[in-house]
């Protein structure tokens, strides 16, 4: 079992820059991939960005050279810093952990991002 806990999410203006975490405990495995999807209301979850064990990152087309995803192995943290906000950003981002060695994914809460125009 993995347990994901998310932090940093916020009321912020358009413009604005909010940093989120992702705390990672339990059965992790060094070969995976931590992630953060977001999902609006009336809309389905979709990614926002994905980094491996290595560092190899892939972003959605919305958030590319706004977001910069990062982590620290040693923490088993996964970070999400968000610049440029925009109100079409507004949403509950998750983190996600998936590993080829786990037949499980696992979901943090979530954590409530609002941007103000």
């Known amino acids: 079992q993995v347990r994901l806990v998310e932090s940093g999410g916020g009321l912020v203006q358009a413009g604005g820059s909010l940093r989120l975490s992702c705390a990672a405990s339990?059965?992790?495995?060094?070969?995976?991939?931590m992630g953060w999807y977001r999902q609006a209301p009336e809309e389905q979850r979709e990614l926002v960005a994905t980094?491996?064990?290595?560092?190899?990152?892939n972003y959605a087309d919305s958030v590319k050279g706004r977001f910069t995803i990062s982590r620290d192995n040693a923490k088993n943290t996964v970070y999400l810093q968000m610049n440029s906000l925009k109100p079409e950003d507004t949403a509950v981002y998750y983190c996600?952990?998936?590993?080829?060695?786990?037949?499980?994914?696992?979901w943090g809460q979530g954590t409530q991002v609002t941007v103000s125009s």
């Open positions: 980094i491996t064990g290595g560092g190899s990152t």
């Open positions: 996600r952990y998936s590993s080829r060695y786990d037949r499980n994914d696992y």
């Open positions: 339990g059965n992790i495995f060094s070969i995976n991939v």
